[in-house]
């Protein structure tokens, strides 16, 4: 099982990607959301959380999730709550392993 650290490098990098993609800064909020077996990561614009001005905020940002069992991340969508997000990960996770 993958440490939190782990975890939160595979966050960071796909982070980086998200980053390039819209031209923004982008920063990890400090707590995942954590189940038993996925870290959900939430993100933010650098400028929103420095000065939280809402004209900075990033809107319909799904969080990242990232496998505890095997690293694997995608970035959730917006269409379903979280922990929903969560279980369709897993479910397929599980069918990959």
Do not use: H, W
Not at 34 to 56: H, I, S, V
Not at 66 to 95: C, N, Y
Request: one cysteine or more; charged letters at 25%; proline letters at 4%.
């Amino acid at each position: 099982m993958l440490t939190l650290q782990d975890c939160r490098y595979r966050a960071e990098l796909r982070l980086a990607q998200l980053a390039q993609d819209c031209g923004d800064e982008l920063a990890l909020l400090p707590e995942p959301y954590e189940t038993e077996r996925t870290l959900a990561f939430f993100y933010q614009t650098a400028d929103y959380l420095r000065t939280g001005d809402a004209t900075q905020a990033l809107a319909g940002n799904g969080p990242i999730l990232v496998s505890k069992l095997t690293g694997t991340v995608a970035v959730a969508g917006t269409a379903l709550p979280v922990d929903a997000s969560i279980r369709d990960f897993e479910a397929e996770a599980a069918k990959s392993a």
